[in-house]
């Protein structure tokens, strides 16, 4: 599986941003998807996933409420909906992909991921 991430940018604190997420291959609906991200100087951290199917979420307490994770399994894509954006969500993006199909159950790790994509740039300003 490979991934693309794009959407990032610079946006002032308060705003919104959607990061997408395409995965290659007609099996990439097969897997859970998820989003870490990762800052200046900081281990990556994970943010948001979903399962395979769409019906299951996890957030980070971190984004929890303010961020929305989806997919369209038709495009192989993933959504990553972030509002009221603040100076600590500043960081670059990864999404990646679970190696284990048709797992229900949401990893939360880095080491439960075994495809990652190229990152794209989130900057928050104030």
């Known amino acids: 599986v490979q991934l693309q991430a794009s959407g990032g940018g610079l946006v002032q604190a308060g705003g919104s941003l959607r990061l997408s997420c395409a995965a290659s291959g007609r099996t990439g609906s097969r897997y859970a998807l998820g989003w870490f991200r990762q800052a200046s100087g900081k281990e990556r951290e994970f943010v948001a996933a979903?399962?395979?199917?769409?019906?299951?979420?996890s957030y980070a307490d971190s984004v929890k409420g303010r961020s929305t994770i989806s997919r369209v399994n038709a495009k192989n894509t993933v959504y990553l909906q972030m509002n009221s954006l603040n100076s600590e969500d500043t960081a670059v993006y990864y999404c990646?992909?679970?190696?284990?199909?048709?797992?229900?159950?949401?990893?939360?790790?880095?080491?439960?991921?075994?495809?990652w994509g190229q990152g794209t740039l989130v900057t928050v300003s104030s």
């Open positions: 979903i399962s395979w199917s769409g019906g299951t979420t």
């Open positions: 990646a992909a679970d190696a284990r199909p048709y797992n229900n159950v949401i990893p939360r790790t880095t080491t439960q991921y075994n495809y």
